[in-house]
């Protein structure tokens, strides 16, 4: 059974940094491109980055670019810089359904990042 | 960027009845590139339709997909009371990928 398990997230002062990571299991990890999609409360659902199976392809929404970095290594993680208020949202790790890029098959469960003073 | 529009916001239906989805994009989207997925309330997104028209696995016939170019459709044919839900459509055809802002169904 595939399963992706968030963590890292918390309360967190504009300006200050946040790593998340996404434990994965049940599937041969190496093989998947994996995403990062958040939802700030209330709200709807927004694509943050994309990582290819060997990190060779990377791409962020313009929100987040040169703050947040993705990177994988036997985990998914978000290395998260500058939060701004505007980054509070639960934030959800995916995996797609191939090596590129592709629909979002089985999503984790979610780890909330708030930004505030 | 390629600019996804779900209507209805809200579609108010009762158990049994048939809800159409609306998803337009600004730009065509290759079938391959479109999805659609459910939330729940507190729960995580599951997909359920991907390449506009097939089901993923696991996901009951009442629910189909279709469409093409800008104009894509989710239909569940009758509502069963675990299908109230927000329904997201979602496109990986060209960066940035790009959600719908959803579509509510709820109980009338």
């Known amino acids: 059974e595939v399963q992706l398990v968030e963590s890292g997230g918390g309360l967190v002062q504009p300006g200050r940094s946040l790593r998340l990571s996404c434990a994965v299991s049940g599937f041969t990890f190496d093989d998947y491109a994996m995403y990062w999609v958040r939802q700030a409360p209330g709200k709807g659902l927004e694509w943050v980055s994309s990582i290819s199976w060997n990190s060779g392809n990377i791409i962020y929404a313009d929100s987040v670019r040169g703050r947040f970095t993705i990177s994988r290594d036997n985990a998914l993680y978000l290395q998260m810089n500058s939060l701004r208020p505007e980054d509070t949202a639960l934030y959800y790790c995916a995996k797609g359904r191939s090596s590129g890029w592709n629909y979002f098959e089985h999503w984790g469960q979610g780890t909330l990042v708030t930004v505030s003073s | 960027e390629i600019v996804l529009t779900q209507s209805p916001g809200t579609l108010s239906l009762s158990p049994g009845e048939r809800a159409t989805l609306s998803c337009r994009a600004s730009q065509s989207v290759g079938s391959f590139y479109l999805a659609w997925y459910q939330q729940k309330p507190g729960q995580a997104p599951r997909l359920l339709i991907y390449?506009?028209?097939n089901r993923a696995t696991g996901i009951p016939d009442r629910f189909s997909g279709s469409g093409s170019g800008t104009d894509f459709t989710l239909t569940i044919s009758r509502l069963e009371p675990e299908d109230f839900a927000v329904y997201y459509c979602q496109q990986f055809g060209s960066s940035p990928f790009t959600f719908g802002p959803g579509t509510k169904v709820d109980i009338k």
């Open positions: 390449a506009a028209s």
